[in-house]
């Protein structure tokens, strides 16, 4: 069949032949429709997230849309290695397959669940937020950031701040139910400036941090400096992704002095059954009311050319 492939950690996966799948106990097989370039689909061709498994080739893809034999519409998560979902057919477990509700076109699933259910799970499975509290979203101008504006407002958000770093897409934010925005551009004492003014101003209980590296510890750094004050508010602080580095300094100053908790939000985190919970949770909003949001469709015969997108914002998703 035709597929996308992985062949070396150090180049793009390229169109080619890759051995049929084939269905082992409890696996159904799917007839791929759609497959969404994900954050975590580029960190796995990679090597370098935690769920790589070190073995090529292999085909990317963490989940997509297709139809079932018996013609079924479904969403599915990830086949078994060293199969994806960038391929015309894949082998996945039945328990990893849901029905997706009429309404919502097979592009828009598979470009918007992993990071819709990303933030959904990490504000209702981590950080339990409660109507009425604010959410500062670190990273706020990508797909992910985008739709956790709107899900953040959904979920009952008094207060949503945007912080990014491409500053046409975080003057977007704000149509999408922002009520103030943070500019990531800024040099680290006047961005520690804006944080600060934010936390003890009209406050912050949740933090989604989709970056991490410098504009984390830029934050965490701010919550931290409060003065001597017994007054610690509890912020729940939900890590997402690395986009802007993998690694921190963290003093240890900084958990002393603060109500801070730090947890983190993804596979491995979140219980399957937490994840089931999201997806149902987002689609079901989804065809209530259309999150805004960039999709594209483009062919999977194009993923070498197209693995490194310039495109600002929009979610690519490959069609068989």
């Not at 599915?76 to 997706?100: D, K, L």
């Not at 109500?259 to 399957?272: C, D, I, K, N, R």
Request: proline fraction near 5%; aromatic fraction near 6%; charge should be neutral.
């Amino acid at each position: 069949m035709h597929a996308a492939i992985v062949s070396s950690f150090d180049t793009d996966p390229r169109y080619g032949e890759f051995a049929e799948p084939v269905a082992g106990d409890g696996e159904v097989m799917v007839k791929v429709s759609a497959a969404g370039l994900h954050q975590i689909v580029r960190s796995l061709a990679k090597g370098k997230h935690y769920g790589s498994t070190g073995i090529l080739p292999f085909i990317p893809g963490v989940d997509g849309v297709g139809r079932l034999e018996d013609g079924t519409r479904v969403y599915f998560g990830a086949s078994r290695p060293p199969y994806g979902t960038f391929a015309e057919r894949a082998a996945t477990a039945r328990a990893a397959c849901w029905p997706v509700p009429d309404g919502l076109d097979d592009v828009t699933i598979a470009g918007t669940t992993n990071p819709g259910m990303s933030s959904w799970a990490a504000l209702t499975a981590r950080a339990k937020l409660v109507a009425g509290e604010s959410v500062l979203i670190l990273g706020a101008t990508g797909t992910s950031g985008q739709l956790a504006v709107q899900i953040a407002k959904r979920l009952g958000a008094r207060r949503v701040v945007a912080a990014g770093r491409n500053a046409e897409a975080l003057e977007k934010t704000k149509a999408l139910g922002a009520d103030a925005t943070i500019s990531l551009m800024q040099e680290s004492d006047a961005l520690a400036d804006a944080f600060r003014r934010e936390l003890t101003g009209d406050g912050v209980d949740v933090v989604l941090d989709y970056l991490w590296g410098a504009p984390a510890e830029t934050l965490l750094g701010a919550i931290a400096q409060k003065g001597l004050s017994h007054a610690a508010p509890r912020i729940r602080y939900i890590q997402i992704g690395g986009t802007a580095g993998p690694t921190i300094s963290l003093a240890a100053a900084t958990l002393r002095s603060s109500g801070l908790e730090l947890l983190g939000s993804g596979f491995g985190s979140v219980s399957m059954e937490g994840i089931k919970t999201a997806i149902a949770a987002f689609h079901a909003e989804a065809v209530k009311r259309p999150f805004t949001v960039d999709v594209k469709a483009v062919a999977l015969r194009d993923v070498e050319a197209l693995w490194n997108s310039p495109e600002q914002g929009a979610r690519l998703v490959f069609q068989p």
